[in-house]
């Protein structure tokens, strides 16, 4: 590939892990003015007709009756489970925590799996789970007594990763006959029947005090963020390997970090420091492990960012 190229597909990855890793504080500041509820549907209902227009343009969005029930019930998974609790755990926690638990949802992938006797676990991608597991614990338990940050915010966090987790290793069949656009199209659709009616319930009072900023916000949520980083990642997944695009994945936590330091004004506490690091460590030795054979399911999914 000639350079000129490489530099367009490393700058639309690079973009993706960035409007990845900015919308954590997105969501943070959002939800000082939209509902929570109000929030996931306006962003899903941006998505979804973005997604929409582009798949009825392509002719991409037929499938079988089959594989619509199979998408409405994960979608329950994520993005209906994994939103809320990433959602409630954002309010309650510093952006920097969200994103390196996040991070974690491949190891915990691999651990369903092994459980389900999917895959096997190598010593290189037991010591990486060892290391993220220590990591995000250094993050939760040092890091509450942080300002901002809390217990019970972070567990919600892990009650996504969970959700996530799930989904992908449940999505198996459903991947070998369906395309990505396909996939994310649905799985948005079918939430709205879920966030649609939970925004009735936290009324219309609040759009008085919408500002152009949040505006702003939620279209960033959910026109880059749930769709446009889904493009430039795949771009990207076009000219690169799964396995390239995954381990840029552990950029996401680090630009989070450092946009609280820059825009928020965080501190840069050792806890924080030590437990981004040793996660990302342990997360990438599990990613890079060519010693474990071909995995049987789609880890690409977990891998690579869900759209935050």
């Known amino acids: ?36 509820f109000s929030l996931l549907f306006a962003r899903f209902l941006l998505a979804t007709i973005l997604l929409g227009i582009l798949g009825l343009a392509r002719g991409a969005l037929r499938l079988p009756k089959r594989d619509v029930l199979v998408l409405a019930g994960l979608a329950m998974l ?8 990433e959602t409630y755990g954002v309010a309650m926690t510093r952006p920097s ?33 060892v290391l993220a597991c220590a990591g995000v614990s250094i993050m939760v338990g040092w890091g509450t007594s942080e300002a901002g940050a809390t217990w019970t915010g972070d567990l919600l966090v892990l009650g996504a990763v969970l959700c996530a987790a799930s989904r992908t290793t449940l999505i198996k069949d459903a991947l070998r006959r369906i395309t990505p656009l396909q996939l994310t199209f649905y799985q948005f659709f079918f939430s709205l029947f879920v966030f649609g009616p939970l925004a009735l319930t936290d009324g219309f009072a609040w759009t008085s005090q919408l500002t152009a900023w949040t505006v702003a916000e939620v279209l960033f949520l959910g026109i880059l963020c749930s769709a446009g980083a889904f493009f430039f990642m795949h ?6 390997s799964a396995t390239q695009v995954a381990v ?11 946009a609280e330091i820059a825009i928020l004004g965080a501190g840069l506490t050792v806890p924080k420091i030590l437990g981004t690091l040793i996660t990302l460590a342990g997360v990438l030795l599990t990613q890079v492990d060519r010693s474990a054979r071909t995995p049987r399911i789609d880890y690409d999914a977990a891998v690579l960012p869900k759209s935050p």
């Open 78 to 85: 994520s993005p209906v489970g994994y939103f809320l609790f």
């Open 97 to 129: 925590h969200v994103s390196v638990i996040i991070a974690v949802i491949p190891i915990v992938v691999y651990l369903i799996a092994f459980a389900r006797r999917q895959e096997r676990i190598t010593w290189r991608r037991s010591i990486g789970i």
């Open 248 to 258: 840029s994945a552990n950029l996401v936590p680090v630009i989070t970090l450092i």
């Open 235 to 240: 771009y990207a997944l076009a000219h690169l």
């Open 1 to 36: 590939m000639k350079p000129a190229s490489m530099v367009r597909v490393y700058a639309a990855l690079i973009t993706a892990m960035a409007i990845w890793g900015l919308s954590f504080l997105a969501i943070k500041h959002a939800i000082e003015v939209v509902p929570i």
